[in-house]
């Protein structure tokens, strides 16, 4: 299946509402993200005015988004592995304690640039956990066909709040102050959590114990490694985060030194931006129907470039606010397309793993992004930092040519419904390591079409987790071919079986019809042992019939 096949045969951007779960939480995020806005936007101004480092007005959106890079990893191992719906919670409750010790410093007089930095980076570890939990979930709560259309609706509803919240900061700045903005933040950042907590949705239980997080990690970065469409997203999202967030963490000192406003300007262009994402969001679905998927992206891509450059070269707060707005909608077209690539490219069992790793990434692109664009503003020029940041997305938009993005039965997100083989052992979980050969009698004009199915198999069972997968010919019979492989122990390979989608059994299916013998492969498992009479014996061979 082509990307451009998913996206025009997907429902309605506003059909994932239908859903109560989806629909709760999501309205209850908005009015969260609402408040984070706000937040966002006293913390960069209240920075700006206590003190006169760029560089240090640069770094709020670092310390935001550092957390994910170096958090996002382990926690979509935890989504993974635990319930994602307490993971929500936790992340959500560290999200609202930040915005509260906001205030309560704000009250007290105790705020300074490097508790700024540190709250900011307590919110960010509270979205490091939500983030890839909340992403993930989605697919639990939706059907795969809404998955575009929530992921988009998702964007949409964030830069909803774009349009809105920079404005709001801003006035609740100029009239009320900083403590009003964080107090309005401490009590929007309460309402996803109590949405979170009021709803509850079904997810598919596994036959299979928990996996260790150490396992899991790897196993989900062994799967993203081993996946060329995920990891060419990763690439290019991390590419695009490095050069557009430009646009975000300079925002602060466009408004303060180069259109001489204050945070009524500051939140007015930030509003310009959420309203050109807002506006492209509602009509990503119509642009991904009349446009080719990859040539809509390098459009979006070469939008955000035409935004920095106007933006460093005008002197009217009009002008700017109109090619943010421009920015705004390359930045949401851009992250919905990476974000659903993700998505559709992972199984259920991996796809919290493969969204924290994306998420890390693209995030460690942002983190260094702030911290350069900053540190050239601060010893050149704003206008050069921008200018310069608008050449890197240049080279974004180029890079789909090199790295495209074409999804296949990769897709597949429900695993295999496998019972355990029956064998004459007493198995535990960590005996091992195990290893599984099959023997097939392949005719010599079937030859291709077996070496075919036979690496798109390899490739299936690599990222499920088999190792030292090989496959071999008999010299003295030629028909005779044997795949083979290891797991490290019995439940790996058990886990392995549940993993393989659909289309990877249609592949086994389509080798067994290749087979000439009389009947069909049977697949013999054995348990390694050393022959060290004082480390154990040579196991017996379990042979399993496949159906």
């Known amino acids: 299946m082509q990307t451009d096949e998913i996206s025009s045969n997907a429902p309605g951007t506003l059909d994932p509402l239908r859903n109560v779960s989806f629909r709760s939480i999501w309205g209850a995020t908005q009015i969260g993200n609402l408040g984070y806005l706000v937040q966002t936007v006293a913390i960069s101004w209240v920075m700006a005015t206590i003190t006169a480092s760029d560089l240090m007005v640069a770094l709020v959106q670092a310390a935001t988004t550092l957390p994910a890079f170096l958090l996002s990893i ?31 410093a704000s009250v007290f007089g105790l705020v300074s640039p490097w508790l700024i930095l540190g709250l900011a980076f307590m919110a960010g570890c509270g979205y490091a956990l939500n983030d890839p939990a909340w992403h993930a979930s989605v697919g639990d ?51 996803p959590l109590g949405a979170v907590v009021r709803n509850k949705w079904h997810v598919r239980p596994s036959s299979l114990p928990p996996e260790r997080i150490p396992t899991a990690i790897h196993d989900g970065m062994r799967f993203t490694a081993l996946s060329l469409d995920i990891r060419a997203t990763i690439v290019r999202a991390m590419l695009f985060g490095f050069a557009a967030i430009s646009m975000l963490a300079l925002l602060p000192l466009v408004a303060r030194d180069q259109l001489t406003g204050g945070p009524v300007v500051y939140g007015i262009l930030f509003a310009g931006f959420g309203t050109g994402a807002c506006t492209a969001g509602l009509s990503n679905r119509l642009l991904r129907k009349l446009v080719p998927q990859e040539f809509l992206m ?8 035409l935004s920095c450059v106007f933006v460093a070269m005008t002197s009217s707060v009009t002008v700017a606010t109109l090619c943010l707005a421009l920015g705004g909608a390359g930045w949401v077209i851009t992250w919905t397309g990476f ?49 310069l940041a608008a050449a890197a997305l240049l080279v974004v938009a180029a890079s789909g040519f090199l790295l495209p993005v074409q999804l296949s039965a990769d897709g597949d997100q429900q695993g295999s419904e496998y019972p355990a083989p029956d064998v004459a052992m007493d198995l535990k979980p960590r005996s091992g390591p195990i290893a599984a050969r099959t023997e097939f009698l392949i005719a010599e004009g079937d030859t291709d079409a077996f070496l075919g199915h036979m690496r798109t198999r390899r490739y299936a069972l690599t990222r499920a987790g088999a190792r030292d997968w090989r496959l071999q010919r008999d010299l003295r019979n030629p028909t005779r071919w044997t795949e083979a492989f290891r797991t490290p122990t019995w439940m790996d390979y058990l886990r392995l079986q549940h993993r393989l989608s659909p289309s990877d059994q249609d592949v086994l299916q389509r080798l067994h019809a290749l087979h000439i013998g009389d009947a069909f492969p049977e697949t013999a498992l054995s348990i390694e042992r050393t022959t060290d009479a004082r480390r154990g014996r040579i196991s017996p061979i379990v042979r399993i019939s496949r159906p």
């Open 74 to 104: 382990p926690a979509g191992a935890i989504a993974d592995t635990f319930s994602r719906r307490s993971v929500m919670i936790i992340g959500l409750s560290l999200i609202a304690l930040a915005s509260a010790l906001l205030a309560l």
């Open 141 to 191: 709560i939706l059907h795969k066909r809404d998955i575009p259309a929530a992921v988009t609706l998702m964007s949409v509803g964030y830069n909803m709040t774009r349009s809105v919240g920079p404005a709001l900061g801003g006035a609740i700045l100029a009239l009320l102050g900083p403590l009003s903005a964080f107090l309005y933040a401490t009590g929007s950042n309460l309402a």
């Open 298 to 305: 390098a459009l979006a891509s070469v939008a955000c470039a």
């Open 339 to 387: 974000d659903v690539w993700v998505q559709l490219a992972s199984p259920r069992w991996v796809v919290g793993r493969t969204l924290s790793i994306y998420y890390a990434f693209l995030s460690g692109g942002v983190a260094a992004g702030s911290w350069v664009w900053g540190l050239l503003a601060q010893s050149y020029s704003l206008s050069l930092s921008l200018q």
